[in-house]
């Protein structure tokens, strides 16, 4: 993860021992899972709670419409 994706400091671009990748690190199949079930868990506190689990800051604020 670059600090100013997706501009990558053309410093490390030049490097010769290194490869740059896009960020993977939620590639593996427990993470997907686990990302998976909070989504659904999220939706699910949306509609019955009026709230996200995890809101982002620019949308803590916002509640479901009863």
Same mark, same amino acid.
């Given at each position: 993860v670059f600090a100013d994706e997706p501009?990558?400091?053309?410093? #490390?671009?030049?490097l010769p021992n290194t490869s740059l990748l896009p960020h993977v690190g939620s590639a593996s199949e427990?993470?997907?899972r686990a990302m998976a079930d909070l989504c659904v868990?999220? #939706?699910v506190s949306w509609f019955t709670e009026r709230r996200a689990l995890t809101p982002v800051p620019e949308t803590a604020h916002l509640k479901a419409r009863p």
């Open positions: 501009n990558v400091p053309q410093a #490390l671009l030049d427990h993470t997907r868990d999220n #939706l």
